[in-house]
């Protein structure tokens, strides 16, 4: 027996999505708010797009290759193609230069701040508030 999926019934494939618009939004400016409204989506929704779209732009900006991003951001390969294809798009264009220099702030914070609670940093490069602990 083939139940027929909500996907077939209303001709929804799984490579149907949003996300480039929204994240075209934001990469052109807009707030998360803004975005929202403007392509009626939940803010959430919104949000969640641009979080992982950021980390992917930051570990394929440090080198990492597709598996390992999705292993690291914890997402589908076909979700990460969806990203780095927006950011082969974006990243090189100036009128984009001020997110992805934010990008690059944020997603070296969330990085470094990963990488402390592992404790995979040497003691020589941890904030001196992080030295005198145990």
Known sequence: IIVPTRGQQKDIGPGT????LVL???LQGKEPLDVARD???SLHAVER???HFSRVAFLK???FDPLHIALTVGISTAAVDTYLELYEKTHWKTQFSGRYEE???I???HYEAEDLKKG???QGTRPRSERSRP
């Open 17 to 20: 999505s949003h996300k480039g």
């Open 24 to 26: 075209k939004h934001w």
């Open 39 to 41: 392509t009626h989506h």
């Open 49 to 51: 797009y641009i979080q």
């Open 61 to 63: 900006r440090k080198g």
């Open 103 to 105: 990008i690059d702030l």
């Open 107 to 109: 997603g070296a914070r």
């Open 120 to 122: 995979a940093l040497s």
